[in-house]
């Protein structure tokens, strides 16, 4: 049978990906309002006693891989497969430093463990969530990488690219916000 | 045909296989972490989430991701297989939203089942004073406790249960309806679609499994901190919801998209059928609302297995923070619950009268305010809890307006009842009996909206009786009436007229007895989640009033149950526009066909012009080409 | 037009015959608190509201079914009426200035509810699972909550264990009791108007016998009251087993240890001094006062076979004195064979 009216054409099956991804995001933005709302309710005025330098280190390691991930997907949109695969690479390699930096090290650091009080509550959740999403864009990542190796994004059809683009942008945001929430909002707990 | 190709099959295995692994895998990392390796409560969560995980692994709902994610190819063609039974259809994966609306709807009833038997399991222990029944020793051995603890989790799993089968219930709905009446073939993403069905399975089961460990006694709400003291029934009932939650949120992606971006040429959104902006304002709810519920019960887990300290006091913690959070999610979700019910309504009222639907516009926008005002109202719920007392005040305000839109849509049924040429089959019955609970629903919340009365009725049987109003109203009664209605749709067969209005006729009378006990007990200050009541202060006859017609209420629902069954099989054959709709989805062939709509019809007119010549709604054939092409 | 006059008289004798029954408070229990006066009258507007509401669409959707109703064969469809905006909005401003009104004396009512008087009489309630205790600014500690007729009364609620509610049916208030010290300490007010003995009820899920959390409240003269107060006062005069027993029923032990054998959520006192007892660690333990002393004030520290830790209240060793603790103890042996 003929169905040509059933499966749409790119264009506007990418019009509902992209819809569908900012849905997403937006209900996913939710999880992240909350745990701010309970870390200002928890601890008004006062901060996790953490390592600040390591704090701005891996911040900037973020930031730095979302400038990457924008590159990755400009080049390739420009047809630049090269180009893209190498922002991809830097971005993984960005994101697993990021995740060392706060479970493998913050975390074993910190004079306190998720028991300790409302400090130490807040502020595992806060960055474990976190962590969880970084991990899943890590992964995400690696996948497109993975089939980038492969050759199957072109310049014109690569929603695949955008998608981790975006949710990678999106990770990135969230941590501007709990950056200060952590660091900076504030006089430390001990 | 072999039961064991079946993908339900496939992923009930995976459950337990990948349930036994997980526990593996914790005491594993225990034992490398240098602790013993068995404590019962995080190795039981472990076992829970892998095994759930492995459920979708092994029924197959996420192979495509896979392949995807692999690089391999995936096909766009979601026919079923030719070679295997079509009932097999509803057992595996399957990518249609009429299977999936049907998966839906029928393990919806399933958990409606578990719910009403736990319920007629707390009502006889209610029926007289004393703690009776629920001291056998039968429950002992079963369950492994009995009396009033049993009573208590008996009472908080009915809760969640039935709330776990209204989310099905609307899901099913959403998915049968929303594509055939805006005409699509399809939800915009079909695989997130068997996803968001599939997950509830291993997420019911989980819940479930909470009656077995030792249940829990904290109410459906779960406040910390006794809900850190329960036993570890507690944690599957807060991975369970959680995952049932998961199941909301990727479907109202679905829904929303669907809506915008899949409606058939000439469709703006106000020649929409009501019902897809019903859906559509749920879907909102539910995308956004959801995670703060998800998000209060992991920080609750989190808290029981690792001492973190959100909601005790003694480490820091806020008992009223979980209610806010809890309730941000909890209050909208009424509104999950009843907007699609309320949708049924309006969808049916111009069917029945043959008239137009009353101020469609104003329907439609009554809705959308239902939503938004729902987001700002949740602290109703504690006014008495010892939150700021001065932030009452305007969430007083803010929950009396909810009266505005909704007194909108039961003014615009009427104008739809008055002057109409009214027919009462088994469908409109539960149309009609929908608005008179509802209403009851509706006049009985002012009191409960302003704070003074609040006092007086918070956490009395008169919000039992209130919110089983609007419950049934909203949702139980349309969801009836929406099975009844599409029934020769879903089934190309008649359902049996006489067993229908014997349902409701049973069922209204039964039900307006159950809620008016139930409010009159709580006027009196009879409070709510007592698993026994002294006998010196009279209830016993209301109790017991209350009892019977919660009982008449389960055999009306079993009378439905073989009604449904069997005209599915026996009943009489369905032919063509059952109900002189004017609604697209009664313009194909009954059931209707695998890809709905041979092609895409324009819509050229108003969805509900009943009464007005040569006006249709919709051109089933614009091109003018011949069928079956 | 005749259609509309028919339904306006009866959704009128509707209205009148269920908001007289709503209003005429027959519904509710006694008025017996300043407070309930007011909720009340706030009830009794709602009432006619209800009925008024209630009454207008159920008698709209009523007689449409049956005036309306297609006859045997009749054809054709209803009148093509698609809505009428001006009714529309009639039907939402009108709806909109009443709940307006009603959020204002929402409002107003509840300030009368909670207007203070800065002479109360302050009691402070401790909520324990599940048990109520009250302590007087006296020192008086009771299991019964003994009040002034008349006079407002300041409750502080403490929670030592999860969270609780104060609710009394016949004062139309309640206020959830909240673990965590001084931070959550709840005020609630309540100005007893009648004479007489109601029940104190926890109306917030707080466990395994949250329904069997109830206490009494008896409302007395001035003069009374203050004769019971000084009784109350008193240090205990009797002998130490007698002392023991009104400790035991004061510090709600016996919410959960019964005096006849039957086990409630612990070991019975009966009989148990001089026992010898299997502990969950599967060692066997002599129960005599140096192991009821460790039992009371640490009583996580040995938990015997087929019981649950973490039920008792771990704080006994501040809230009561030593003397207190060896009196219960004394008590207990008294009860051995």
């Given amino acids: 049978m003929a169905d040509h009216h059933m499966t749409a054409s790119y264009k506007e099956r990418l019009a509902r990906n992209r819809m569908g991804l900012w849905l997403f995001i937006i209900s996913d933005a939710f999880v992240f309002i909350g745990l701010f709302v309970a870390r200002v309710v928890l601890l008004p005025g006062q901060r996790p006693h953490l390592e600040q330098g390591l704090g701005l280190v891996v911040t900037t390691m973020l930031l730095v891989s979302s400038f990457f991930m924008n590159r990755a997907e400009t080049e390739l949109a420009h047809g630049n497969r090269a180009g893209f695969m190498r922002g991809t690479l830097i971005t993984l390699v960005l994101g697993t430093i990021f995740l060392i930096g706060v479970v493998g090290i913050e975390w074993q650091i910190a004079p306190f463990g998720p028991a300790d009080g409302a400090q130490g509550a807040i502020f595992y959740a806060m960055t474990g969530f976190h962590a969880f999403h970084v991990l899943t864009g890590v992964i995400f990542l690696a996948i497109v990488w993975n089939n980038g190796r492969k050759g199957h994004y072109s310049a014109e059809e690569h929603w695949a690219v955008e998608a981790c683009a975006v949710y990678w942008h999106f990770i990135d945001v969230v941590w501007i916000f709990f950056y200060p929430a952590l660091y900076l909002m504030g006089t430390p707990v001990l | ?629 | 037009m005749l259609h509309f006059v028919i339904v306006a008289v009866l959704v009128a004798l509707s209205t009148f015959g269920l908001g007289s029954y709503f209003a005429s408070g027959a519904l509710l229990p006694e008025a017996a608190s300043q407070q309930s006066l007011v909720i009340d009258w706030l009830f009794g507007v709602h009432g006619w509201l209800v009925a008024f509401f209630f009454s207008l669409i159920v008698v709209f959707l009523l007689y449409s079914v049956i005036v309306f109703r297609r006859r045997p064969g009749e054809q054709g469809d209803g009148a093509y009426i698609t809505g009428n905006h001006q009714l529309e909005i009639i039907w939402t401003l009108i709806p909109l200035a009443i709940v307006l009104w009603l959020a204002v004396i929402g409002a107003s009512t509840l300030a009368d509810v909670e207007r203070r008087d800065p002479n109360a009489l302050v009691v402070d309630v401790y909520a324990a699972q599940w048990s109520w205790t009250f302590e007087y600014e006296n020192g008086a500690i009771t299991t019964d909550l003994v009040l002034p007729v008349n006079q407002q009364v300041l409750l502080r609620l403490h929670s030592n264990d999860v969270i609780h509610s104060f609710y009394v049916p016949q004062f139309r208030v309640k206020q959830d009791v909240l673990p965590g010290g001084p931070e959550f300490t709840r005020e609630l007010r309540i100005t007893p108007t009648q004479e007489g003995e109601f029940k104190i009820q926890c109306a917030e899920l707080c466990g395994q016998l949250h329904y069997d959390m109830l206490a009494d409240v008896m409302v007395v003269s001035e003069a009374e009251y203050l004769v019971w107060l000084d009784q109350a006062a008193g240090d205990c005069e009797g002998t130490d087993e007698q002392c023991g027993q009104r400790w035991a029923n004061q510090f709600g032990c016996l919410a959960c240890h019964s005096l006849d054998g039957s086990v409630i959520l612990a070991p019975s006192w009966l009989g148990i001094a001089g026992s010898e007892e299997e502990l969950t660690d599967g060692s066997t333990v002599l129960v005599d006062a140096e192991y009821l002393h460790r039992s009371i004030v640490d009583p996580n520290a040995q938990i015997v076979a087929g019981f649950q830790p973490n039920i008792m209240p771990q704080d006994f060793e501040e809230r009561m004195t030593e003397e207190q603790i060896q009196q219960v103890i004394a008590f207990i042996l008294s009860l051995g064979e």
């Fill in chain 2, 1 to 629: 045909m072999n039961l064991l190709s079946l993908g339900l099959v496939h992923g009930l295995i995976a459950q337990i296989a990948g349930t036994i692994f997980g526990m593996a895998l914790v005491m594993f990392f225990r034992v490398v972490a240098g602790l013993p390796a068995w404590e019962r409560e995080p190795v039981f969560v472990g076992g829970a989430i892998v095994g759930a995980i492995a459920f979708m692994i092994g029924v197959g709902a996420l192979n495509d991701w896979f392949k995807w994610a692999r690089g391999e190819k995936t096909s766009d063609d979601i026919s079923p297989d030719p070679d295997k039974p079509n009932w097999t259809r509803f057992f595996s994966v399957d990518y249609d939203h009429k299977v999936i609306g049907i998966q839906y709807g029928v393990t919806s009833v399933l958990l409606l089942g578990f719910g009403g038997i736990f319920a007629m399991l707390f009502r006889l222990e209610l029926a007289e004073a004393g703690i009776t029944i629920l001291n056998s020793d039968i429950f002992e051995l079963i369950l492994g406790y009995s009396g009033p603890h049993l009573y208590n989790s008996l009472m908080s799993l009915h809760g969640i249960v039935m709330i776990a089968s209204i989310l099905l219930g609307v899901g099913a709905m959403s998915n049968y309806l929303v594509p055939m009446l805006i005409g699509a073939n399809d939800m915009a993403f079909p695989r997130l679609n068997a996803f968001a069905f599939w997950i509830n399975v291993p997420g019911a089961i989980i819940l479930l499994s909470s009656l077995f460990l030792g249940g829990f006694d904290t109410g459906w709400v779960g406040y910390p901190p006794l809900s850190l003291r329960a036993p570890l029934g507690m944690q599957m009932f807060l991975l369970g919801v959680y995952i049932v939650g998961l199941s909301s949120i990727s479907g109202a992606i679905n829904v929303i998209v669907t809506v915008f971006r899949l409606r058939a040429p000439g469709m703006t959104m106000m020649r929409m059928p009501i019902f897809a902006w019903a859906a559509l304002a749920t879907a909102f709810i539910q995308l956004t609302a959801t995670q703060l519920i998800g998000l209060s019960f992991q920080l609750t887990m989190l808290e029981r297995l690792l001492g973190m300290g959100f909601f005790t006091p003694d480490v820091g913690g806020d008992p009223i923070l979980y209610q806010h959070l809890f309730w941000f999610y909890s209050h909208p979700a009424v509104y999950v619950f009843i907007l699609p019910g309320l949708g049924v309504i309006s969808e049916l009222l111009p069917v029945f009268t043959r008239k137009p639907l009353f101020g469609y516009r104003w329907v439609a926008y009554s809705s959308m305010g239902i939503a938004l005002v729902g987001f700002f109202v949740w602290a109703h719920h504690m006014f008495s809890s010892g939150m700021s007392p001065y932030l009452r005040i305007p969430f007083m305000y803010a929950t009396l307006l909810v009266a505005i839109p909704t007194g909108v849509k039961f003014f615009s049924w009427v104008g739809t009842l008055w002057r109409g040429k009214i027919t009462t089959p088994t469908p409109m019955l539960f149309v009609l009996g929908s608005i008179v609970i509802f209403l009851m629903g509706g006049v009985t919340g002012p009191p409960l909206g302003t704070i003074a009365t609040d006092l007086h009725l918070h956490d009395t049987w008169y919000v039992v009786g209130h919110f089983h109003d609007t419950m049934f109203g909203g949702y139980v009664f349309p969801f009836f009436a929406a099975i009844y209605y599409w029934f020769p749709k879903m089934t190309g067969r008649k359902y049996d007229e006489r067993l229908g209005k014997l349902h409701f006729w049973l069922m209204f009378p039964a039900f307006m007895v159950m809620t008016l006990g139930q409010i009159f007990l709580g006027m009196l200050g009879m409070r709510r989640r007592v698993a026994d009541y002294d006998p010196a202060l009279g209830f016993d006859p209301t109790q017991l009033l209350i009892t019977i017609a919660g009982f008449a209420i389960f055999i009306s629902v079993i009378i439905a149950l073989y009604n449904l069954i069997r005209s599915a099989r026996k009943g009489e054959v369905a032919v063509g526009n059952v109900w002189n709709s004017r609604s697209p989805e009664w313009q194909i062939p009954n059931p209707a066909p695998l890809h709905n709509y041979a092609h895409p019809f324009h819509v050229v007119g108003q969805p509900y012009d009943y009464g007005l010549q040569d006006a249709p709604y919709v051109d089933m054939d614009p091109a003018g080409t011949p069928a079956h092409s």
